[in-house]
């Protein structure tokens, strides 16, 4: 399994039920950091971690990686724009509304310079 990837789907559907990480780490039996390098791609989890977690995002185990191998697909997607579907293009759409969501006024104000650069 993909470790960045499993730990950014993790992180956003934790997100999308708004639990903060420490009370997610603390429902999941698993310390904040751990929780955290999980998230960012620097801990392995185990099967067993991965059941809880499953369980306590109300997702089953299937769906997640179901979930992941789509993610992955739209990732391959990406690396030959040639090869895109509309529908791979309207996920694109959404998850970046959803991101920029997310983000702070600074990280916006970054975001925005930076597309600005390469606009150009």
């Keep these: 399994m993909d470790n960045i990837a499993a730990g950014k789907l993790i992180k956003e559907l934790r997100l999308s039920k708004k639990i903060t990480l420490n009370k997610f780490a603390s429902k999941v039996k698993i310390s904040t950091s751990s929780l955290s390098r999980i ?7 185990s099967f067993t971690q991965l059941i809880i977690i499953c369980e306590e995002l109300g997702i089953s185990v299937s769906e997640f990686i179901k979930k992941l191998e789509k993610t ?3 990732f391959y997607d990406l690396l030959s724009m040639d090869n895109i579907s509309n529908e791979s293009v309207l996920d694109i759409d959404s998850r970046l509304q959803k991101m920029i969501d997310e983000l702070q006024a600074e990280q916006k104000k970054a975001l925005f310079l ?4 390469i606009k150009k």
């Design 72 to 74: 992955n697909h739209l």
């Design 114 to 117: 930076f597309l600005l650069s």
């Design 39 to 45: 998230e960012n791609g620097n801990q392995e989890m």
